[in-house]
C-alpha cells in the first residue's frame, strides 16, 4: 500500500508547463528526496502536495484517498517551511497549539502532545518564549515540532536547513534523520543540496526543467546516473566528463587517454554492450573524483597515467588534486600523504570497473 | 565640533520657535479679554488666566443664527469620525489581507484602480457624490458624511494595509492553513496580531483626514448635524457686534485639540508603522 501516489502531474501557468507529467510513490515510512536546481519545479511539486497550488492536470493519492482537490487541512499533511513560518505573535507552546486547537482536540490530550513533542525535540526550556527569542536552530526544531504535534500521514518539508550555517545545517541534517529512523514517518523532502539528499533519503527523485530525469535509492542514482546532468549534480566535486576517442582492438573497445606527454589506450573490461557502437567515434568518459586515486592502491581493473597537476585543494581527509586529462581540468580524490606538486607529473590510477559512459550529443548514459 | 553643535542647535530652535509662535498667539489671545487684546500688542502676556473665552466658544458663541457654541458640533464631528475611521480602517485591512494573501484574477489591476483613488482631488466627486447621497435618501444626514468619509478614505487605508501586509511572509498563511485555519481565522489570529502598528498609522491617518475635512461638512451636512470645522468658520464669520478675536482663538485651538491629542498620544507609533516593513518570524 502507497503512503503518497503521484499520476501524472502537471502544472501550467498560462504557457508555460513548469511540470510536465510526474509520476511517483512512495511506501508508508520512506524519505522521499525530491532535489533539483532551481527553477526544476521540486518547489511547485510539493506545494501541490500540500494543496497550496492548485492542480493543472493529474491525480495525488495520500493513502487510499484522492486529495488532488482537497483543501491543505483536509490532506493529513504537516509541513515545515524554510523560513519556518512561525506565528511571531505566538508562544512556542501556542504555535504547536495551534493546530490542534483549530482541530479541536482536547486541553488534556493537547497538554500530553505539546510534552510529548518537546521532549523529542529538546524545546521544552523554550516552550514560553517567542519565535524572536530562539536562535535558527531552535526555529527549526519548533517548526518540526508543530508538524510532528499534528501527527500527520505525511511530512512535507521545503528546503528547512537552508537558512541554517554550515555547522548547524548538518547537525540538524541529522537530527531529522534520526527522528525519521525513530518515528518511522514518511517524508517528502525538497532540496538543492545533492549532500542532503543523499545522506536523507531512501529515494531520491532528481529534477530538472519540471520532469523527473532519475527515481531511486540515493546509492544506486550516485553509481548508475542516467545521463550526464544527474552524474554532474549528485556528488561534490562532481564527476569528471572527459572526452575521449573510443577505438576496437582485436573486438575490445579501447579509449585513449592523455596527460603531460603521455597517450595510454585503456581497454575496457566493463561489459558495456553499448560501446560498440561508438568505435572509432568520440565518447564521454564520465569517472568520479574518488576514482582516481594515487599509485598504491591499484584495484584489479586500474589504468595508470602519469598526469600533469595543476591545482592542489587539501580538504583533511583527502586533497583534491586537479590534473588534465584530454584537455579537460579533471579532480582527483588523493589521500593528504600522497606526494603531489603543483606542475609536476604525478603517477594516478583510474579505476576503471566503476566509470561510466555517456553520449557526447545526446548525454544519455551509454549501457 | 562644539561651535558646530550649538549653530545647529540654535537654527533648529529658532525653526521651532517660529513654527510654534501662531499657537502661541492663538493661547495668548484666547485669554485676554477684549480690552487687553485692542491695548497690547500680539505678543504681550494676558494679565490673569482668563477662560471666559473658552466658555463663550464651547457653550455660547453664535454660529450663524443660533447661539450656543461649539459643543454640539463638537459631538457631531465625534459621531462622524468614530464610526468612519473605525469602518474605513478594517475594510482597509481586509483590503490589503486579500490583496497581498488571497490574490484573484485581476487583484493587481484592481489595487491599481484603487490607488488612483488617492488622487482623486476632492472637489472631483463633489457632485456626483451629491447625486449619489440624494439617490439613496442620505442627503444630509450624518450617516451620508459617514459613508463619504469611509469611501473616499478606502483607497487611503488599503493602500497602508496592502504595503505593510505585503512584507509579511505568504508562508506564514501557508502554514496556518495546513494547520487548519480558514480566511476569518488567519486573519483574526495570525495577521491581525501583527498588525498594529498599521492600524495605529491608519488611524491617526483617518481621524486627522476626517476631522479637519471642511469640504465634504460643508456640502453634505446642514443645520445641526455639521461638524465642528463648519461650525468654526460660522462662528468666526458671523458678523455681527464687534469682532470677539479672543473667542475666535479658543474656538479655533478646541476644533483643533483632538487631532493634536491623538498625534501626541499615538505619534511615535505613526513614524514607527510607516518606517516598519519586515516582520520577522
Known sequence: MHALKIQN??????????????????????FLILVGPSGCGKSTLLNMIAGLEPVSNGNIFIGDRDVTHLDPKDRDIAMVFQSYALYPN?????????????????????????????KLLQIEPLLDRKPKQLSGGQRQRVAMGRALARDPSIFLFDEPLSNLDAKLRVEMRGEIKELHQREGTTIVYVTHDQIEAMTLGDVIAVMKDGEIQQFGPPQDIYDNPRNQFIA????????NFIPCQAEKVNGVIQISLESGNEKVKVPIKQNIKGLEAYADKSIILGI??????????????????????????????????????NGVKTVCRIHPTAESKVDKLMPLLLDMSKVVFFDPDTQERVY | MNIKRVLIYSILGFAALIYLLPLVVMVITSLK????????????????????SWDKAWGSACTGVSCEGLKGYFWNSVLIVVPAVIISTVIGALNGYVLTKWKFRGSTLFFGMLLIGTMIPFQVVLLPMARMLGFLGLAGTTSGLIMVHIIYGLAFTTLFFRNYY?????????AARIDGAGFWMIFHRIILPLSIPIIVVSVIWQFTQIWNDFLFGVVYSSGDSQPITVALNNLVNTSTGVKEYNVDMAAAIIAALPTLFVYIVAGKYFVKGLTAGAVKG
Open chain 1, 288 to 325: 568520479r573524483p574518488e576514482q582516481i586515486t594515487q599509485q598504491g592502491e591499484e584495484k584489479p581493473d586500474s589504468a595508470k597515467l602519469n598526469c600533469d597537476v595543476e591545482l592542489i585543494e587539501p580538504t583533511g581527509p583527502d586533497t583534491l588534486v586537479t590534473v588534465r586529462i
Open chain 2, 33 to 52: 479679554d477684549l480690552d487687553e487684546i485692542r491695548s497690547g500688542t500680539l505678543l504681550s502676556m494676558p494679565q490673569a488666566l482668563n477662560f471666559d
Open chain 1, 232 to 239: 554532474s549534480f549528485m556528488g561534490s566535486p562532481s564527476m
Open chain 1, 90 to 118: 505566538m508562544t512556542v507552546r501556542q504555535n504547536i497549539e495551534f493546530g490542534l486547537t483549530i482541530r479541536k482536540t482536547e486541553k488534556s490530550e493537547q497538554k500530553k502532545i505539546v510534552e510529548k513533542v518537546s
Open chain 1, 9 to 30: 502531474i502537471e502544472k501550467i501557468y498560462g504557457k508555460v508547463k513548469v511540470l510536465k507529467g510526474i509520476d511517483l510513490e512512495i511506501q508508508p515510512g520512506q
Open chain 2, 166 to 174: 505585503i512584507s509579511i511572509p505568504s508562508e506564514l498563511v501557508n
